[in-house]
Antibody, heavy 120, light 110 residues
Framework: QLQLQESGPGLVKPSETLSLTCTVSGGSISSSSYYWGWIRQPPGKGLEWIGSIYYSGSTYYNPSLKSRVTISVDTSKNQFSLKLSSVTAADTAVYYC????????????WGQGTLVTVSS | QSALTQPASVSGSPGQSITISCTGTSSDVGSYNLVSWYQQHPGKAPKLMIYEGSKRPSGVSNRFSGSKSGNTASLTISGLQAEDEADYYCCSYAGSSTFVFGTGTKVTVL
């Protein structure tokens, strides 16, 4: 069974870059059986898909965030990462990483989530 | 890519059945039978309840079922229990390896 864990700073200043890492255990991040995604949830609001990365390295982003988002994979550490540039208070949210199994188009395993606050 | 539309809240008494709707467009819900549903309790990560419209992951109660008609997907919870009180989100594949979530529905067990 996969386990995912987000890590990174809980406080980021406006205009700076938010950087988070998701560490995967219980399976290989380079397996073709899965691909990986980031989802966020502002306090008291709904879920928003940020983007996904395939084992091949191909990336897909939410059009509304595409200009500011970069998702990458580090197979040597079994991790994938999120970078969101030029953040504002509107980017304050709980950020989740999740897995998508190749046999089903859905987010089946989720990390516990990490709150990132954008404030000076 | 606009969020899928869900009712803000749905309520029911224990033992009753409730249905949550999820309305999208012909570009997402209407084009693919790839809607998933997630249950989220306060302070917790979402949990996958239904995938590909009507399939249940191992371990999910058969009281949860999913369906779709046109641009609207639905989640039905039968035999409502106190533990079902939570927020529920739908999510649809929207083509080109992108996803869109619903606005979320708060389920209250009376």
């Amino acid at each position: 069974q996969l386990q995912l864990q987000e890590s990174g700073p809980g406080l980021v200043k406006p205009s700076e870059t938010l950087s988070l890492t998701c560490t995967v255990s219980g399976g290989s991040i380079s397996s073709s059986s899965y691909y990986w995604g980031w989802i966020r949830q502002p306090p008291g609001k709904g879920l928003e898909w940020i983007g996904s990365i395939y084992y091949s390295g191909s990336t897909y982003y939410n059009p509304s965030l595409k200009s500011r988002v970069t998702i990458s994979v580090d197979t040597s550490k079994n991790q994938f990462s999120l970078k969101l540039s030029s953040v504002t208070a509107a980017d304050t949210a709980v950020y989740y990483c999740a897995s998508v199994p190749g046999i089903a188009v859905a987010f089946d395993y989720w990390g516990q989530g990490t709150l990132v606050t954008v404030s000076s | 890519q606009s969020a899928l539309t869900q009712p803000a809240s749905v309520s029911g008494s224990p033992g009753q059945s409730i249905t949550i709707s999820c309305t999208g467009t012909s570009s997402d819900v209407g084009s693919y039978n790839l809607v998933s549903w997630y249950q989220q309790h306060p302070g917790k990560a979402p949990k996958l309840m239904i995938y590909e419209g009507s399939k249940r992951p191992s371990g999910v109660s058969n009281r949860f079922s999913g369906s779709k008609s046109g641009n609207t997907a639905s989640l039905t919870i039968s035999g409502l229990q106190a533990e079902d009180e939570a927020d529920y989100y739908c999510c649809s594949y929207a083509g080109s390896s992108t996803f869109v979530f619903g606005t979320g529905t708060k389920v209250t067990v009376l």
